[in-house]
C-alpha cells in the first residue's frame, strides 16, 4: 500500500486528525474550523453593528493560517499525491444514488452533478448548494462548533454540549440524508 | 514568523487528512448516513479515542506546549438547546452539502468550484447567527 499516493484507509485517518488534534493543542490552539466564518465576519467589519462579532478578531488571525493551509493541503492530496483511484462505496449506495441521477460514486471523489464546474450553470444546484452552506454556517456558529471543534476536540474533552451537539448532527444529517434529500435533489 | 509556519503546515496535514481519508468527500458523508460502511465511523471513532488519551494526559500531566506554556483546554460552553438546535441545523447542512466548514476550504483548494458557493453562504449564515443569536433560544 503507497499512502502518498492511495487513499487512506479509516485506521490511517483517524489517527491523522488525532495528530491535527495533538499539534494544535501543543501550539496553545483549539481544534475547531468553523470559528474561520465569524473570524472572516468580523474582519469584514460586522462587529460595527453586532457584538457577537465585535471584538479583535487579530488574535484569530492563526486559524485563517490553518485555513489556508488547509486549502493547500487539498491541492497537493488531490493533484499530486494521488494516484487517481477511490475507496469502494457500497453497493447499494452507488445503485441508491444512480437511482437519483447522481453518478460517479466509487469512482470520481465528488459527484460531477453537484461540484463539477458545470454545476455552477445549474440554477437548482446553486440554491441546493446556497442552501447546504447558510446552514452550516448558522448552525456551527448556534452549536458553537463542527465536526472538529465539536465531535473532535470537545468529545476527545469528555465534554457533554460536545455529545448534545453531535447528536445533534446526526439528527439534521440523517433528517436530510434520509428524508428530504430524495425529494430535492 | 515561525508560529506562522507551524499554523500553515498543520493546516496541509489537515487538507491532505481530509482528502486521503475521503472525510471530505460528499459520497462518504451520503454513504455513512446510509449506514452503510464503517470508513467514517472508523474515522471519527479513533480519532476520538486516540483524543481522549492525548486530551486526559495533558490534564493529567500539566503537559507543556511546544513554546513552554502548560496547556489550557477551555471547556464547552453549558448550553443545551443552541447545542442540540445549532447541531441539528448544521448536521441537515453537512447532509446536503457534504462538508463541514474544515473540508469547504480544502476542496476550494482541490479545485471544486461550487464549494465557493457553499463558503460565501455559509458566511452568510454566521452573519445571519449573529443577527440573530439575542432572539433564540441557548
Not at chain 2, 464503517?38 to 471519527?44: C, E, K, L, N
Not at chain 2, 488519551?53 to 511546544?66: A, E, G, H, P, Y
Amino acid at each position: 500500500m503507497n499512502l502518498l499516493l492511495e487513499p487512506w484507509p479509516w485506521y490511517i485517518g483517524g489517527p491523522a486528525i488525532a495528530a491535527v488534534l495533538f499539534l494544535l493543542l501543543f501550539s496553545e490552539k483549539r481544534f475547531g474550523m468553523s470559528s474561520n466564518l465569524k473570524t472572516m465576519c468580523s474582519m469584514a467589519g460586522a462587529g460595527k453593528n453586532i457584538p457577537f462579532f465585535a471584538g479583535d478578531w487579530k488574535a484569530n488571525r492563526w486559524g485563517l493560517v490553518v485555513a489556508l493551509g488547509a486549502a493547500t493541503g487539498g491541492f497537493m492530496a488531490s493533484n499530486i499525491m494521488t494516484d487517481g483511484s477511490i475507496g469502494s462505496i457500497h453497493e447499494d449506495v452507488v445503485n441508491n444514488l444512480n437511482q437519483m441521477g447522481i453518478t460517479g460514486a466509487g469512482v470520481d471523489f465528488m459527484p460531477q452533478a453537484l461540484f463539477g464546474i458545470e454545476a455552477l450553470t445549474e440554477p437548482k444546484v446553486l440554491v441546493l448548494l446556497a442552501l447546504g452552506g447558510f446552514l452550516i454556517g448558522f448552525g456551527t456558529r448556534y452549536a458553537g462548533g463542527c465536526t472538529s471543534g465539536h465531535a473532535i476536540s470537545g468529545l476527545s474533552d469528555l465534554q457533554w454540549p460536545s455529545l448534545v451537539a453531535v447528536i445533534g448532527f446526526f439528527i439534521g444529517g440523517l433528517l436530510m440524508n434520509q428524508l428530504i434529500l430524495p425529494y430535492i435533489i | 514568523m515561525k508560529r506562522t509556519a507551524l499554523y500553515f503546515s498543520i493546516g496541509i496535514l489537515f487538507g491532505i487528512t481530509m482528502i486521503k481519508s475521503e472525510v471530505a468527500s460528499w459520497f462518504r458523508i451520503y454513504e455513512m448516513f446510509q449506514f452503510k460502511s464503517f470508513h467514517m465511523y472508523g474515522i471519527i471513532g479513533t480519532a476520538v479515542a486516540l483524543g481522549i488519551v492525548l486530551t486526559q494526559m495533558i490534564k493529567r500531566n500539566k503537559l507543556r506546549s511546544f513554546f513552554g506554556k502548560e496547556i489550557q483546554i477551555a471547556p464547552k460552553p453549558k448550553l443545551v438547546k443552541a447545542s442540540l438546535y445549532g447541531g441539528i441545523i448544521f448536521g441537515l447542512g453537512w447532509a446536503l452539502a457534504g462538508a463541514c466548514p474544515g473540508p469547504i476550504y480544502t476542496l476550494i483548494g482541490a479545485g471544486y468550484l461550487p464549494l465557493l458557493v457553499v463558503f460565501v453562504f455559509a458566511l452568510l449564515g454566521t452573519y445571519c447567527y449573529g443577527l440573530l443569536k439575542p432572539r433564540l433560544p441557548h
